[in-house]
Structures are given as C-alpha cells and as structure tokens.
C-alpha cells in the first residue's frame, strides 16, 4: 500500500505565496507521474499540476501556469507544489496523487490516470 502525505497548505492574504508538500512511502511500488488537484465547494475536483517522475517534464492547468511550480525530490519521494501570487479563486482542498504507471485511454489531466490520494490540506486565499 501506497501512503501520500501533504503538508504546507494554510491561510495567506491574496498576492501572497504557500508551498504544499507531499512525501510518498510504502512498499513496493514505482512511480510514474504525481499530480496535484484541488476541490472546492460545489465543483468537481479539477487538475492543477503534474509531474513526471523519470523525466520531470512538467504539467499545467491555464490557471496557474506562470504563478504555481511543481517539483519533486526523487530520493525523498517527494513532491512540491510552489504557489505565487495567489488569488481568492486558488481556495480549495489540495489533493496530492501518484500514478504507477501510463494508462492507455487516459491522461495525467484526469484523476483516472491516478492510483492513489492524499488525505488533502486546505487553502484559503483571503482577498
């Protein structure tokens, strides 16, 4: 089994930066893309960032492309998701997920792609 951890979610006036975290363990298991999605109220959880593991080529939805960065430490199995200059609009719950492998009839943008979830961390943009 597969365990994803985030951290680094919080409250931060508009303008302002928060980097999320999400650290991947467990027992046998590759990965092969992590991603990050976010919810809120009333919507769908929607794709935000993605990266690949072996290559880090990056992902991105319009949104944040230019403002969030996403990296990951492939000894510490861990992923990051740097957010600058935030808007009130970024409120959500920040999911972390891993994919072990390429999917046929599937891509990263979708949560499908994905086989397993973090617990999720709150942030909240004031404006």
């Known amino acids: 089994q597969v365990q994803l951890v985030e951290s680094g979610g919080g409250l931060v006036q508009a303008g302002g930066s928060l980097r999320l975290s999400c650290a991947a363990s467990?027992?046998?298991?590759?990965?092969?893309?992590m991603g990050w999605f976010r919810r809120t109220p009333g919507k769908e959880r929607e794709f935000v960032a993605a990266?690949?593991?072996?290559?880090?080529?990056?992902y991105y939805a319009d949104s944040v492309k230019g403002r969030f960065t996403i990296s990951r430490d492939t000894p510490k199995m861990t992923m990051y998701l740097q957010m600058n200059s935030l808007k009130p609009e970024d409120t959500a719950v920040y999911y972390c997920?891993?994919?072990?492998?390429?999917?046929?009839?599937?891509?990263?943008?979708?949560?499908?792609?994905?086989?397993?979830w973090g617990q999720g961390t709150q942030v909240t943009v004031s404006s």
């Open positions: 990266i690949s593991w072996s290559t880090g080529n990056t």
């Open positions: 467990g027992r046998a298991f590759s990965i092969y893309t």
């Open positions: 997920a891993l994919g072990v492998r390429l999917k046929i009839g599937t891509t990263l943008y979708v949560e499908r792609w994905y086989d397993y």
